[in-house]
């Protein structure tokens, strides 16, 4: 039986239009996924870090992200400090860590005074599976009143858009195969031609 060659243009015309239309609308899910606004559903600031102080819990239901943005500062002269931090599960076990070294020195040499310092830290958890969980910071004794700790918990649906276009990515593949089969052969037995030459040469 042959096929109407009028006919089958019209059909690869159909389907690779179909498929422009889902590329379109896959970039789409995944920039959404990337930039989706997070809105911010609790804080709280640590003036004075107590040692082991635990902060949580962060519920994180099905099919849900969340992101917890943690800002660190420190005010110490003259000295410095560690901080450390741990995510832990729904039994206080611990998932992982972080840290931040803060220092600051200041003097004076032949140009006058100096001074050189690291004193911020800002770092985003990203807690994406269903749980409960919890961040522990820890420092040293001396330090604790010279470290102050922002904290924002912000929450956003970034994964269903991510899930979305990985489907449409998936079914867009099938259909630009199915449809363009034959020139997909033609093209890899060209290229086989061009590879064979080139190691002939």
């Known amino acids: ?34 930039n ?49 931090g741990e995510v832990l599960d ?5 998932l992982y860590e972080f840290g931040k070294d803060f220092w600051h020195e200041s003097g004076y040499d032949s140009e006058g005074y100096w001074s050189e310092s690291e004193r911020n830290m800002k770092a985003d958890l990203t807690f994406s599976e269903e749980g409960t969980y919890y961040i522990q910071f820890n420092t040293e004794e001396n330090s604790m009143y010279n470290i102050g700790i922002e904290i924002q918990v912000k929450k956003g649906t970034g994964i269903p858009h991510l899930m979305m276009g990985t489907i449409i990515l ?12 034959d020139w997909i052969a033609e ?4 290229a086989n031609d061009a590879l064979e030459d080139m190691c002939d040469d």
């Open 90 to 94: 729904e039994d206080k076990d611990t």
């Open 1 to 34: 039986m042959k096929v109407n060659p009028t006919l089958r243009l019209e059909n690869n015309i159909f389907y690779n239009t179909i498929c422009l239309i889902m590329a379109i609308f896959c970039i789409a899910c995944f920039w959404t996924s990337m």
């Open 170 to 181: 998936i079914l867009l593949l099938f259909i630009f195969y199915f449809n363009n089969r």
């Open 187 to 190: 093209f890899a037995d060209k």
């Open 36 to 84: 989706m606004e997070y809105k911010v559903v609790n804080s709280k600031t640590y003036n004075g870090l107590q040692e082991g102080s635990i902060y949580g819990p962060i519920k994180v239901k099905k099919g849900q992200s969340k992101i917890c943005t943690i800002k660190a500062n420190f005010y110490g002269d003259n000295a410095s400090a560690y901080l450390s």
